[in-house]
Nanobody, 126 residues
Framework: QVQLVESGGGLVQPGGSLTLSCAAT????????MGWYRQAPGKQRELVAS???????AYSDSVKGRFSISRDNAKDMVYLQMNNLKPEDTAVFYC????????????????????WGQGTQVTVSS
């Protein structure tokens, strides 16, 4: 089994910065992709940023130029640097990972399993 544990959320003033971290532990042979989603009250969960092994990064239009996603492959961690935060960024942020559990799955590019963290609250308010 795999666990994703997020940290780094909190309360910040508009224009401020926060960095979220997510660590993946457990039965991991290789990580195909990691990303961050968020869900604001009364809204659907939405993709914020993702990073795919060997393919680069992607961002939602609402955070381009303000947020930056990065990975530490050696530690199976993903980070989200958030700058110039706005009140509309207030949400619960969830870490997501798509993982190959075995060498065979990795070689044949099958059976990726999606995991979610428990979520961390980010509140942007003065």
């Amino acid at each position: 089994q795999v666990q994703l544990v997020e940290s780094g959320g909190g309360l910040v003033q508009p224009g401020g910065s926060l960095t979220l971290s997510c660590a993946a532990t457990g039965k991991i042979f290789s990580i195909y992709a990691m990303g961050w989603y968020r869900q604001a009250p009364g809204k659907q969960r939405e993709l914020v940023a993702s990073i795919v092994t060997g393919s680069g990064t992607a961002y939602s239009d609402s955070v381009k130029g303000r947020f930056s996603i990065s990975r530490d492959n050696a530690k199976d961690m993903v980070y989200l640097q958030m700058n110039n935060l706005k009140p509309e960024d207030t949400a619960v942020f969830y870490c997501n990972a798509q993982i190959y559990g075995t060498y065979l799955d990795y070689v044949e590019d099958v059976n990726q399993v999606t995991y979610w963290g428990q979520g961390t609250q980010v509140t942007v308010s003065s």
